[in-house]
């Protein structure tokens, strides 16, 4: 079946750095463009970062840019997101999404829990 799972989230100080990695199966992942979406408690969830299919072309939220950087492999499955400079208003349950690049069809993970304390 269709799964997305997210690891790297943690606990970090302000200024560190988290490497969020998200690892996708039963389906074609190179027909897929990749999201990250973040969500802070009591906020509505928040496109961060996207990257294209074939990876070359990416999208930053203004809040991210210059500090987090999403990257794939369409030969091990995976999307990642770089974050350093991390401050926080970064705290947040961090989801990876997939979207076919001409259906639309869409799928979530679970999400991983990034916090940063100052």
Not at 43 to 59: M, Y
Not at 72 to 100: F, W
């Amino acid at each position: 079946q269709v799964q997305l799972v997210e690891s790297g989230g943690g606990l970090v100080q302000f200024g560190g750095s988290l490497r969020l990695s998200c690892a996708a199966s039963g389906f074609t992942f190179s027909d897929y463009g990749m999201n990250w979406w973040r969500q802070a408690p009591g906020k509505g969830r928040e496109l961060v970062a996207t990257i294209s299919s074939d990876g070359g072309t990416t999208n930053y939220a203004d809040s991210v840019k210059g500090r987090f950087t999403i990257s794939r492999g369409n030969a091990k499955d995976t999307v990642d997101l770089q974050m350093i400079s991390l401050r926080p208003e970064d705290t947040a349950v961090y989801y990876c999404k997939a979207v076919h690049s001409r259906t639309s069809m869409t799928y979530w993970g679970q999400g991983t829990q990034v916090t940063v304390s100052s």
